[in-house]
């Protein structure tokens, strides 16, 4: 695939990829890999002003399923079966880069992994997942 076709699977992207700040920063279809700026905005904050673990989990999330996506050529649409969290450092608010890439494509079952740094280039969050393949064209719009 082209650029300009990867960067149409995700433009405008769904609202919760919005809400995150979601922008494509890199991606290598045969590697099956990808790299997504974030924002960790105040709203995102926990009490301790540090980006709520949800939020990270959210943007993990939004970065795994997409590498599979330009892995397959925009083919299979992952869905989540399980997602393992190890929280290695808070995150403060401000700009964040998560890197995804896949581990395994199955016919039925993928395995990726996730990770999410600060501007720093601190490694804060690592997330690994499974998720079932499903033919893109099944996927209701």
Known sequence: MTDEEIEA???PGPPCS???GWRLLAHDEARGWIKVGFVGTAEFLNPAGRVQGGILA???DDTMGPAVLIKSGGALYPSS???NIS???AAKPGPLVC???VLRLGKTVGFVEGRLIDEDGRLLVRATSSVMLVPAE???V
């Open 9 to 11: 699977m995700f433009t």
């Open 18 to 20: 919005q809400l995150l």
């Open 87 to 89: 929280f290695l450092s």
């Open 138 to 140: 099944r996927v209701a």
């Open 58 to 60: 959210a943007m993990l």
């Open 99 to 101: 890197e995804g890439e």
């Open 81 to 83: 079966i399980d997602m």
